[in-house]
């Protein structure tokens, strides 16, 4: 839920924290098996920090990052930009790329655990 990395000790610290109880955890090889599942299950609105009543549902190709219906309009109004659902499977490829680095930082941490 938190869109976070953590090793397995954060992730037991993690559920400790009551503020956290509900959070869902998946593993880089749940990720690995389904990338569907980095699209959320439940709705979890975020918000617009210019526009705090806005929901952030599009995505700015032009400033790569996630912009409100408002931000259109203004700051990104000469921008090219699509609904988020519309820019995964565009985007797919890559998120499944910027993966690889972080399984390699895994196996690194698992290796140099496994030798303590």
Request: net charge negative; aromatic share 6%; glycine share 4%.
């Amino acid at each position: 839920d938190c869109g976070k990395f953590v090793c397995e000790g954060c992730i037991t610290m993690h559920r400790k924290w009551e503020e956290f109880a509900e959070h869902e955890i998946a593993t880089l090889g749940q990720i690995e098996a389904d990338v569907s599942q980095l699209a959320p299950s439940k709705k979890v609105a975020m918000k617009c920090s210019k526009h705090p009543s806005e929901e952030l549902k599009i995505y700015c190709e032009t400033c790569n990052e996630l912009i409100c219906r408002d931000c259109t309009v203004k700051a990104h109004r000469d921008h090219q930009f699509d609904l988020v659902g519309d820019c995964f499977p565009k985007h797919r490829d890559a998120i499944v790329a910027s993966l690889q680095p972080i399984k390699q930082q895994v196996e690194i941490v698992n290796h140099a655990v496994a030798e303590v």
